[in-house]
Structure formats: C-alpha cells, structure tokens
C-alpha cells in the first residue's frame, strides 16, 4: 500500500496551527513539523511517477466528435 504523502502533509500542517503558543517548545514542535513536511516532500517527490500519457488536441476533440 503506498503512502499518502499529501494527507500527512495536511495533518502535520493542521498540527502545527494548533501549535500558536510563543513558548520554547511550541517553537521548537513548529520547527520539527517544518523538518518532517520537508522530509516528505522531497520523499514524494524523488519517488518514481509511472509515465503520463499524453493526447494531441486534434486527437482529443476528434474522439469527442466520433
């Protein structure tokens, strides 16, 4: 089962909301919220997409004609 690495993305952010306070560790939670979005992020994204397939404008308006 692969990860949804865009959920995690969104409940980290939604943590770090829920983080307002202006104390040390509030500060230091937010910073490592920030390390662990980034984590994912290049993980995400350095993982291997399968090939898109790409149609032609002509092609496509000829199928929705046809």
Do not use: C, V
């Not at 949804?4 to 770090?16: D, I, P, Q, S, T």
């Not at 910073?31 to 662990?36: E, G, K, Q, T």
């Not at 291997?48 to 004609?65: H, K, T, Y």
């Amino acid at each position: 089962m692969a990860s949804n690495f865009a959920h995690a993305r969104e409940l980290l952010a939604k943590a770090k909301l829920e983080l307002s306070g202006d104390d040390e560790t509030s500060w230091k939670s937010r910073r490592a919220i920030d390390l662990l979005i980034g984590a994912i992020m290049t993980e995400e994204y350095a993982s291997p997409r399968p090939p898109a397939e790409i149609i032609s404008f002509e092609l496509a308006a000829r199928q929705r004609q046809g």
